[in-house]
């Protein structure tokens, strides 16, 4: 397998020595899909985090003492990819954050359209694609249809570089199959038609033999687009589209996370809440999508009409420092600052203050605790291809009785954890009633929700995901046909 992503696996820093090492990144995602490219013998094509003046310099190995799921990738199976500064930035924070994230988020007015990001995003995805030819030329040749390599583009990032690397492939008769991932949503039609390249975007994607989604709507939407941007031939009920001769493979996969890993995290980690207060807690970036100002507000009237909670009860939000350099982030940054001073100056008293904000990351274990002894999970996105953080919060919720999940439908999130309860957070008055709900949700309900909440993402987890693509790439030969083949 050939996983192509816009960052590689881990990050290379530079020690006080000057000399080039990995710093591990420890997501979901890398966990799950790094042991397949290790164990595959596969390889990772991605942007390594650092600009190199010298681009032939090597990749070092990992540390010794590294346990990351990302320890057994030798350097020889990494390809750096390396690109002027001035252009990355234009692709990277003008046409992938500035553009497809507001776009594909359905946030359109926060939308740019400037020609020149968009031209620096046609480079990119080529130097990308060219990178992964490489790498391809560099696997030994394939015999049949069951060693074909494998190449998994993911996200927004990379929408152009499938079909290119589809073109360059036949040209040298390379065979390969080709899968794309994206992990954000996919808009409506009207939402899409409004970027002024979107033909070529589509024509990208159809690179592919399959392309996923987390959830059928952003499938389905994408089958639309396809048909009327292109006038392709689809299938809406099997998810077919037909293009360049072609036929390819529409499919929803949603994401799980490394669930046992979470139950283990909060089997372990010290209690750090005080337990006099009921904590609801919010986890996200600090990004416009993920509702956070909506979600203070409601909050707030949570206290105004429901004033038997004030003291009882705090919302404890962390927001990760996201994207610091774009002005919409440091103005959110501002707005959210100003919002908590006015919500705490409102409701202070001696002993109690009702929000409790953390700007900053903290570690895992303590992310786990946090999620393990906390009363309400708040998840409520305007717009979220997934969101992690609903599913690692049920996760983590090993204490009897447990707390209680709430979930805006706008996420992947809200359309497949069913027992959540659902919140729109547009509607402030209704979700602090919600949050009520949640706060007031006698003990044999919240075990039940939860139990079925659990059982599923145990089952679905992030490993189920993997193999799931896998599967629907065809890679993954099902026990019948091993079957029939023994
Ligand atoms: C994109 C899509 C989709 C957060 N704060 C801390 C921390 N986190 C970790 C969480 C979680 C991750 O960050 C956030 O994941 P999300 O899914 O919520 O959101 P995005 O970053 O926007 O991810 C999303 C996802 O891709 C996967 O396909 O679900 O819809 O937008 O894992 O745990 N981790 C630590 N400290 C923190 O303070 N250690």
Same mark, same amino acid.
């Given at each position: 397998?050939?996983?192509?992503?816009?960052?590689?696996?881990?990050?290379?820093?530079?020690?006080?020595?000057? *000399?080039?090492?990995?710093?591990?990144?420890?997501?979901?995602?890398?966990?799950?899909?790094?042991?397949?490219?290790?164990?595959?013998?596969?390889?990772?094509?991605?942007?390594?985090?650092?600009?190199?003046?010298?681009?032939?310099?090597?990749?070092?190995?990992?540390?010794?003492?590294?346990?990351?799921?990302? %320890?057994?990738?030798?350097?020889?199976?990494?390809?750096?990819?390396?690109?002027?500064?001035?252009?990355?930035? !234009?692709?990277?924070?003008?046409?992938?954050?500035?553009?497809?994230?507001?776009?594909?988020?359905?946030?359109?007015?926060?939308?740019?359209?400037?020609?020149?990001?968009?031209? !620096?995003?046609?480079?990119?995805?080529?130097?990308?694609?060219?990178?992964?030819?490489?790498?391809?030329?560099?696997?030994?040749?394939?015999?049949? *249809?069951?060693?074909?390599?494998?190449?998994?583009?993911?996200?927004?990032? @990379? $929408?152009?570089?499938?079909?290119?690397?589809?073109?360059?492939?036949?040209?040298?008769?390379?065979?390969?199959?080709?899968?794309?991932?994206?992990?954000?949503?996919?808009?409506?039609?009207?939402?899409?038609?409004?970027?002024?390249?979107?033909?070529?975007?589509?024509?990208?994607?159809?690179?592919?033999?399959?392309?996923?989604?987390?959830?059928?709507?952003?499938?389905?939407?994408?089958?639309?687009?396809?048909?009327?941007?292109?006038?392709?031939?689809?299938?809406?009920?099997?998810?077919?589209?037909?293009?360049?001769?072609?036929?390819?493979?529409?499919?929803?996969?949603?994401?799980?996370?490394?669930?046992?890993?979470?139950?283990?995290?909060?089997?372990?980690?010290?209690?750090?809440?005080?337990?006099?207060?009921?904590?609801?807690?919010?986890?996200?970036? @600090?990004?416009?999508?993920?509702?956070?100002?909506?979600?203070?507000?409601?909050?707030?009237?949570?206290?105004?009409?429901?004033?038997?909670?004030?003291?009882?009860?705090?919302?404890?939000?962390?927001?990760?420092?996201?994207?610091?350099?774009?002005?919409?982030?440091?103005?959110?940054?501002?707005?959210?600052?100003?919002?908590?001073?006015?919500?705490?100056?409102?409701?202070?008293?001696?002993?109690?203050?009702?929000?409790?904000?953390?700007?900053?990351?903290?570690?895992?274990?303590?992310?786990?605790?946090?999620?393990?002894?906390?009363?309400?999970?708040?998840?409520?996105?305007?717009?979220?291809?997934?969101?992690?953080?609903?599913?690692?919060?049920?996760?983590?919720?090993?204490?009897?009785?447990?707390?209680?999940?709430?979930?805006?439908?706008?996420?992947? %999130?809200?359309?497949? $954890?069913?027992?959540?309860?659902?919140?729109?957070?547009?509607?402030?008055?209704? %979700?602090?009633?919600?949050?009520?709900?949640?706060?007031? $949700?006698?003990?044999?309900?919240?075990?039940?929700? $939860?139990?079925?909440?659990?059982?599923?993402?145990?089952? *679905?987890?992030? *490993?189920?995901?993997?193999?799931?693509? @896998?599967?629907?790439?065809? !890679?993954?030969?099902?026990?019948?046909?091993?079957?029939?083949?023994?």
């Amino acid at each position: 397998m050939i996983v192509v992503s816009n960052r590689l696996p881990f990050v290379l820093v530079r020690d006080k020595d000057g *000399n080039l090492k990995r710093k591990a990144s420890a997501g979901g995602l890398v966990t799950a899909v790094a042991p397949v490219v290790i164990n595959g013998n596969g390889l990772w094509v991605g942007w390594p985090g650092i600009h190199l003046n010298d681009p032939t310099e090597p990749i070092p190995e990992s540390d010794p003492n590294d346990i990351t799921p990302t %320890a057994g990738l030798k350097s020889d199976k990494v390809v750096a990819v390396q690109m002027d500064p001035v252009m990355f930035d !234009s692709y990277y924070n003008g046409c992938c954050n500035a553009t497809f994230w507001p776009l594909f988020h359905s946030m359109p007015d926060r939308a740019t359209f400037k020609g020149e990001h968009w031209k !620096s995003y046609v480079k990119a995805n080529k130097e990308f694609a060219d990178c992964t030819i490489k790498a391809l030329e560099s696997l030994p040749p394939c015999t049949g *249809n069951n060693d074909m390599p494998l190449i998994w583009v993911h996200d927004y990032h @990379l $929408m152009l570089a499938a079909n290119w690397i589809r073109q360059a492939a036949e040209e040298r008769e390379l065979k390969c199959k080709l899968g794309f991932f994206l992990h954000i949503p996919f808009p409506p039609w009207d939402i899409f038609r409004l970027f002024p390249w979107s033909d070529e975007i589509l024509q990208g994607m159809l690179g592919c033999d399959m392309v996923g989604f987390h959830i059928t709507d952003y499938c389905l939407n994408f089958v639309d687009c396809c048909q009327r941007n292109l006038g392709c031939r689809v299938d809406r009920k099997n998810l077919l589209v037909e293009h360049g001769g072609r036929t390819v493979r529409v499919r929803p996969l949603p994401i799980g996370i490394p669930f046992e890993r979470f139950v283990e995290l909060a089997e372990k980690a010290p209690r750090v809440l005080s337990t006099n207060q009921k904590i609801i807690l919010g986890v996200d970036r @600090l990004d416009y999508t993920k509702g956070l100002v909506h979600r203070l507000r409601s909050f707030e009237k949570l206290l105004e009409k429901y004033p038997e909670h004030i003291e009882k009860v705090s919302l404890l939000q962390i927001s990760v420092p996201s994207r610091t350099d774009v002005k919409e982030y440091q103005d959110l940054k501002e707005e959210m600052d100003q919002l908590v001073g006015r919500i705490n100056g409102r409701f202070t008293t001696p002993n109690w203050s009702p929000i409790r904000y953390i700007y900053g990351c903290v570690s895992q274990d303590e992310l786990a605790a946090f999620y393990r002894d906390s009363a309400v999970g708040l998840v409520t996105p305007l717009r979220d291809g997934m969101n992690l953080v609903a599913k690692e919060f049920v996760a983590c919720q090993i204490n009897i009785p447990p707390g209680v999940l709430i979930v805006s439908p706008f996420a992947g %999130a809200g359309e497949t $954890m069913h027992e959540a309860l659902i919140c729109n957070p547009y509607e402030i008055d209704d %979700a602090s009633d919600v949050i009520h709900r949640a706060l007031m $949700m006698p003990e044999d309900e919240r075990i039940l929700r $939860m139990n079925y909440l659990r059982r599923r993402e145990k089952l *679905n987890d992030v *490993n189920y995901w993997t193999k799931s693509f @896998l599967s629907a790439m065809g !890679s993954l030969v099902t026990q019948d046909e091993q079957d029939d083949v023994g």
